[in-house]
Every structure is written in structure tokens, then in C-alpha cells.
């Protein structure tokens, strides 16, 4: 069978299994519908949220991230697991303390304030939003990629199924889901990493072989250690050394301000934050801290090793080579436009950091502007520069350097000679870490709507049924919407994904953590801090992004502070405002300062003792 | 029943009366004992994932890992300070799994104490 047979094949058996585990946990309650009846085991829900956590872009792109980055790259793998410790040690005991169904409920009740409470849900629609259109985004790709069908049919197969089983089992449907697809995606992402991992340094382990020396088969010598190969050949191509820290716009600052502001901004985002009001008990919510980041780091303890080997791949297979050479994977991703060659007139290929590059990738242009491009390079080269235009030039002009980062993780298995099926899987697995996303974060956007926008705001008499009747009603626009949004992404969708972690940070984090550590923190305070975390926050994204204002250096780096690591200032400055005022504005009342206390307390809560479930009630 | 409604009183609240002083003063010290580990691991987070995976990685990347290829700034970016984060959390679990046992038993105490 080929690829495409095996892939419809595995997209068409995970997709049965998911509709399956829907219809088998559907619920007929808000409860279950928000929080899973808060019935969930610690290790399923760690898995559920690895899987809610781990997107479409860390599956796909984080890799290549890395790949191009070398050091730098631990920005992400540092800033999107760190903020797990601080979830765990900060946050998830205390929230599932508390008990309710969102973030929002727990800002507005702490600070007894329909403002607070208003100025959450914004910021849990706006984060979840902007992260949400990316994952549906990402379900099209890779239908587009593999199955050949067209990117927005692929949104809306996606859309279609993830409408069933968020519409029918709310949290739990969705729950269970998760704890699926976490095991088709890892297995999906480990396979190919194990088997580049043994062909290319005979260890099974690729964090292990990461740090070994690389297969004298493959090197043509012995006893060179992978990494420094690898610097070596970075070197002689005119990039900088792979393991080299602080190069280039990452000097020090930024990537300590980037890889903060990533996780505080993690700790604060609510799709991964309610996943903790799902279980039964504050003991659950600690060991399901661990074993989400344990499941996590499957991941991402992977992903740096998969990046090192496809590079190394990358560059010793691309360089030097004719096109009867070029290795085979080149060969199919050059068809998709993720790599292109356009040679200089001496038939080798030449993949550096310098003029003389000739990959590249064909990033947003159109099909007839690439032609384009071809038409008039073949004439270059033909007349020896006197007619057409060199192609090489333009794409650099364009910023196309290089191959596409996606390519990494999508060409693994093909650079490792996998079978068809591996090939197959990391399809499936990429359409499970799209889907996963997508129905957490879809799942925050219906309950900020229905149950604190809606019940806790405007209709505080609704019943059951009309609640229940609003969310899945709310659940099932937001997927049309974020299925438009994938459909037609607004251009700017890409660039402000550094918003959703800016804001979590510069919004959440501080509100939540003075809440549950202060007693003496009170409305106005905690407002006032929040307004302007998000307003400096937005204000320096909007400006650096979009009016192309020079970063600003704070004193502390030259080149300014990216917007990415924006969200740390932000941070600061809620902490500064809001304690600043503290001593100055009233108390908190004796009901919020028991609420506190009871939030403390870690005895006396579980469903043994919920007055409403006891027996004879 | 109706177990959909948000819980309005923390559930158990008519077991434990938070205002008797005993019962606040065994909160009170399950409080400060929770803070110290809590700032404790927190202190280990920073060293692990800032300290060494940033703000000394370029000086750390002079010296490997023994054994490996790994420079050891590198290493602690990509690799250490992960696995550091997961054990972390696991000795919080541990931790405070055995505070609030204590805690629970100093609870059941004071109870007995004030029904006999």
C-alpha cells in the first residue's frame, strides 16, 4: 500500500475511535459538560492535557524551530514546560480547591467584582481565539499535505469532528478524546525519532544519541561526537555553531525575557488551566500536574534530538549533491514547495547562510508567481545572465532562505527510509495534536460565554437546561467560527500568537496567584493591575507588530525586547500596580478572606462529602 | 439532587468551622511549612532553567557532559532543565502529599478532642 492508502486508512480508524469515546461520554449535565463531573483520574488527565497542551505547532513546527535555531530553540522547549512547575506549585491545587468551572469565576469571585469577572472572559475569549484559528489552520495543512484534498475541505472535515464530540460530551467528551489522541501523537513523533535516532548513531534513545557519537557507517569516520559535527559543518557553511549560545537578535536578555514570558504565559493560559478543575481531589490536581508535564516531556525531550538529526541530514544530504543525488525525501517535499533548488549553473546543489544559498522555500507566494520565478532563472542561467533575472536574488529578497521549518518533523521518517505507514502516522499524529488543541480551547471559549458571560452576568435564574442548551449552542458557533478562521486566516494570525502569551502572563497569572498567597489584595488593586498589564502588553505587541515601532531596550539589551518577551514587563508591572495601591484601598471583606482560607485548606472537599451527593440527601 | 449548581460554600464547611482558632492555627502552620516548600523548589526552577540553562549556558558550554558530546549549556536548554521540571513537580506531589496527611491527622485529632 502507499502512503496515501495507509493514511487514509489511519486518519479514517482515529477518527472512528474519537466519535466512538464521544458518543460513549456524553453528558446531560453542566457539570460534566464544563468540568467532566470532576470525575477524572490523575494520570488520564495529565494525558489529556499533554495532548490539549501539545499543538499543531509543536508537533509540526516546534522541530524545525529548534532545527533552525540550535540553541535558541530551548526558548520554547525551556518556556513551555517550566510553566508547568509554576502551574502545579501556584495554581492547579488551589483552583481545584476552589471548585468552580473557569478562570473568570475564580478572578470575579475572589475580587467580588463584575468588572474583574467581565475583563477575564475578554481575555480568555481573545487568548483562546487567536490560538484556536492556528490549530484548524493546521488541521487543512495536513490534509492538504497528505491526502491531497484541499486545504479548506480539510478544515471543514476537521471542523465536522471536532463539532460532534465537543457538542456531545462537552469536557468529558473531550477529555477522553485527548487521552486518545495523546497516544496517537506520541507514538506518531517517537517512532520516527527512534528510528532516525539508530541509523544515525546506533542508540535507541534520542536523547541519548543526541549526545553520542555519530555511526561510523554514516560519517565515514570514528568517534565524532553528533553536536560537533554538526557545529563544524554549520561553520563551514557560513551559520552559526549549533550548540553556540546568545547569537545574533538572541542575546541574553531576550531569550531569558522570551523563555519567561512563555512560562508564566503557559501557567496562565485557561484552556491548560481548567483541565485541573476536572479532577476529583487536591491531591489529583497535584499528581496530574506531574504526569501532564511527564507526558509532556516525552515530547519535548524528543523534538531537540529529532531537530540536530534532521539537520545534520539536512545539510550533508542537500550539500554538494547533483539532482540524480538528491536524496529521495527532497524529491517528494520539493513538489509541495517546502524545499526548492535553483541552482547557480554548476549542477551541485548548495544549501549555506551566504549568497551562494541555493534552497529555498516557496512560503506564501502563488503557484504562477513561483512559475514565474522558474521561467525567468532557467532564462538567467540559459544566457548566462544577459536575459531573465536571477530566481535565487528574489526568493532571498523575499525572506525564502532555507527550506520550510515544517519540513523537519514531515520529512523525518522519509530521511530515517521509514516504511509507508510511519509515514502514514505522523499524519495522523499531526491531525490528533490540531484536533486536541482546538477542542480545549473551544471548549474555554463555550464556557466564558455561557457560564460567566451569560449565567454569572446577565441570567443568573437560567435552569439547568437552558444552560446546558447555551453552551452547546455557544460550543458549536465558536467551532464555525475558528473553522473561518482557518478557512480564511486573517493575516495577522501568525503574528499575534505572541499575544495569547503576553496577555495570559501580563493578565492571569499575577490576578491569580496575589488571590490565593494575599489576603490584603482587593478589588481595586487587582483590577487596576490587570488593566495595565493587558494595556502596556497590547500596546508594545500592536506597536512593534503592526507600526513597525523600534523594540524598546529597557536599558537592558540593545536590540530591544522582542514582543514575544513583552509579557514578563507586562507581568511586572501588575505585580507593581497592584501592590502599589493595596495599602492604599479597603480590605477585602470577611467572606472573601474565608473563601481565601477555605481555598488553603486542603481538608474538607471531595465528592464524599458534597452535601448535594450524600446518601439520604 | 442538583449537582449542577456551582458550589456556593466550599463543600465540608459544615465539618470544619474555620473560624475555631485551633483548627486556624493548624492551618495557619500548614501555611507557612506549604510556603517554605513551595519557595524551595521554586528557588531549584530558577537555578535549573534561568541560571543554567541561560544566564550562565555560555559558560557552562565550555565543559561537556561526561561522557557525551553535549556542551553543557546546551545540554541544560535543551535537555536538563526539563527533566529537572518533572522531578520537581514530583517531589512537590510527594511533599505535600505527606504535609497534608499530617495536617488531616492534626484535624481528625482536634476533633476527637472536642467530641469527647
Redesign the interface.
Known amino acids: 500500500m502507499g502512503v496515501k492508502e495507509w493514511t487514509y486508512l489511519f486518519v479514517g480508524i482515529t477518527f472512528s475511535a474519537y466519535l466512538v469515546i464521544a458518543w460513549l461520554s456524553r453528558v446531560q449535565?453542566?457539570?460534566g459538560f464544563y468540568v467532566a463531573g470532576q470525575g477524572v483520574p490523575a494520570l488520564a488527565n495529565g494525558m489529556a492535557t499533554g495532548a490539549d497542551w501539545m499543538s499543531a505547532a509543536s508537533f509540526i513546527s516546534m522541530a524545525g524551530l529548534?532545527s533552525a535555531m540550535g540553541?535558541a530553540?530551548?526558548v520554547y522547549?525551556?518556556g513551555w514546560?517550566?510553566g508547568?512547575?509554576?502551574l502545579?506549585?501556584?495554581l492547579a491545587?488551589y483552583l481545584r480547591?476552589?471548585?468552580?468551572?473557569t478562570v473568570p469565576?475564580f478572578i470575579g469571585d475572589r475580587y467580588d467584582s463584575s468588572w474583574a469577572r467581565l475583563v477575564a472572559v475578554f481575555c480568555a475569549i481573545f487568548i483562546s481565539f487567536t490560538y484556536v484559528a492556528g490549530q484548524m489552520r493546521g488541521v487543512g495543512v495536513v490534509f492538504s499535505r497528505f491526502l491531497e484534498v484541499d486545504v479548506n475541505q480539510g478544515v471543514v472535515i476537521g471542523m465536522a469532528i471536532v463539532f460532534i464530540y465537543a457538542t456531545l460530551g462537552g469536557m468529558k467528551g473531550i477529555t477522553w478524546t485527548q487521552v486518545a489522541q495523546y497516544w496517537v501523537l506520541i507514538t506518531a513523533f517517537l517512532i520516527p525519532a527512534i528510528a532516525i535516532s539508530i541509523k544515525l548513531t546506533g542508540n535507541a534513545l534520542p536523547?541519548?544519541g543526541?549526545?553520542?557519537?555519530i555511526d561510523p557507517g554514516v560519517a565515514g569516520q570514528t568517534g565524532v561526537?553528533?553536536?560537533?559535527k554538526l557545529n563544524q559543518i554549520q561553520q563551514d557553511l557560513g551559520f552559526s555553531s549549533y550548540?553556540?549560545?546568545?547569537v545574533g537578535k538572541w542575546d541574553?536578555v531576550n531569550?531569558?525575557f522570551v523563555?519567561?514570558a512563555l512560562?508564566v504565559g503557559t501557567a496562565g493560559l485557561p484552556h491548560v488551566i481548567v483541565r485541573f478543575y476536572t479532577v476529583k481531589s487536591?491531591?489529583a490536581a497535584?499528581?496530574s500536574?506531574?504526569w501532564a508535564?511527564?507526558f509532556i516531556?516525552l515530547l519535548?525531550?524528543t523534538a531537540?534530538a529529532t531537530a540536530a538529526f534532521a539537520r545534520y541530514y539536512m545539510l550533508t544530504g542537500l550539500n554538494g549533491k547533483t539532482a540524480e543525488e538528491l536524496p529521495l525525501w527532497f524529491n517528494s517535499w520539493n513538489k509541495t514547495g517546502l524545499v526548492l533548488w535553483l541552482d547557480d549553473g554548476d549542477g551541485l546543489a548548495r544549501f549555506s547562510a551566504g549568497e551562494d544559498n541555493e534552497i529555498f522555500r516557496k512560503g506564501k507566494l502563488q503557484e504562477a508567481e513561483l512559475i514565474t520565478i522558474h521561467v525567468d532563472h532557467q532564462k538567467w542561467l540559459d544566457t548566462k545572465g544577459v536575459q531573465g533575472s536571477d530566481g535565487r536574488a528574489s526568493l532571498r529578497a523575499r525572506g525564502l532562505n532555507g527550506p520550510d521549518r515544517d519540513i523537519i518533523v514531515l520529512a523525518t521518517p522519509e530521511m530515517a527510509e521509514l516504511a509507508n505507514w510511519i509515514i502514514a502516522l505522523v499524519a495522523a499524529g499531526g491531525l490528533a495534536a490540531a484536533l486536541s488543541t482546538a477542542s480545549g480551547l473551544l471548549l474555554v471559549i463555550s464556557s466564558s460565554v455561557a457560564h460567566d458571560l451569560y449565567y454569572r452576568l446577565i441570567n443568573q435564574e437560567a435552569t439547568?437546561r437552558q444552560?446546558l442548551a447555551v453552551g452547546r449552542t455557544v460550543i458549536g458557533l465558536a467551532v464555525v467560527v475558528a473553522g473561518l478562521l482557518g478557512i480564511y486566516p486573517p493575516g495577522f494570525v501568525s503574528q499575534v500568537v505572541a499575544f495569547a502569551f503576553g496577555l495570559a502572563a501580563a493578565s492571569f497569572f499575577p490576578a491569580i496567584v496575589l488571590g490565593i498567597f494575599s489576603k490584603r489584595v482587593g478589588t481595586v488593586p487587582a483590577v487596576c493591575g490587570m488593566l495595565t498589564g493587558i494595556g502596556f502588553t497590547a500596546f508594545y505587541i500592536i506597536a512593534c507588530v503592526f507600526f513597525d515601532m523600534a523594540p524598546w531596550t529597557f536599558g537592558l539589551s540593545d536590540q530591544g525586547i522582542n514582543p514575544q518577551g513583552i509579557g514578563v514587563i507586562g507581568m511586572a508591572l501588575n505585580f507593581a500596580v497592584t501592590l502599589g495601591l493595596t495599602p492604599f484601598c479597603a480590605r477585602p471583606g470577611q467572606a472573601i478572606v474565608?473563601?481565601v482560607?477555605?481555598?488553603?485548606?486542603?481538608?474538607?472537599?471531595?465528592p464524599a462529602?458534597?452535601?448535594?451527593?450524600a446518601p439520604g440527601? | 439532587?442538583?449537582?449542577?449548581?456551582?458550589?456556593t460554600a466550599?463543600?465540608?464547611?459544615?465539618?470544619?468551622d474555620?473560624h475555631d482558632p485551633r483548627l486556624?492555627e493548624s492551618?495557619s502552620r500548614?501555611?507557612r511549612t506549604?510556603i517554605k516548600i513551595?519557595l524551595f523548589?521554586?528557588v531549584l526552577?530558577a537555578i535549573a532553567?534561568?541560571v543554567c540553562?541561560?544566564?550562565i549556558?555560555?559558560r557552562l558550554?565550555t565543559v561537556h557532559?561526561p561522557g557525551?558530546?553535549?556542551?553543557l549549556?546546551?545540554?541544560f536548554?535543551?535537555?536538563g532543565?526539563?527533566?529537572i521540571?518533572?522531578l520537581?513537580?514530583?517531589a512537590?506531589?510527594l511533599f505535600?502529599?505527606r504535609l497534608?496527611a499530617r495536617?488531616?491527622e492534626e484535624?481528625e485529632r482536634i476533633r476527637r478532642e472536642k467530641g469527647s
Open positions: 449535565t453542566t457539570k529548534i540553541y530553540g530551548g522547549l525551556m514546560t517550566g508547568y512547575v509554576l502545579a506549585l501556584l491545587p480547591k476552589f471548585g468552580h468551572y469565576d536523547q541519548v543526541l549526545g553520542a557519537t561526537f553528533l553536536l560537533e550548540t553556540d549560545t546568545f541574553k531569550v531569558l523563555a519567561l512560562m487536591v491531591k497535584r499528581w500536574a506531574f508535564l511527564f516531556s519535548y525531550l531537540p439547568e444552560r474565608d473563601m482560607d477555605s481555598v488553603r485548606e486542603p481538608e474538607g472537599f471531595g462529602v458534597v452535601l448535594e451527593d440527601h | 439532587m442538583n449537582d449542577a449548581s456551582p458550589p466550599p463543600p465540608g464547611e459544615e465539618r470544619f474555620i486556624r492551618l500548614y501555611w506549604n513551595t523548589l521554586l526552577w532553567g534561568l540553562g541561560i544566564l549556558a555560555d558550554n557532559l557525551t558530546g553535549y556542551p549549556g546546551f545540554w536548554a535543551q535537555q532543565s526539563i527533566i521540571f518533572v520537581l513537580i514530583l512537590y506531589c505535600m502529599n497534608d495536617h488531616h484535624l
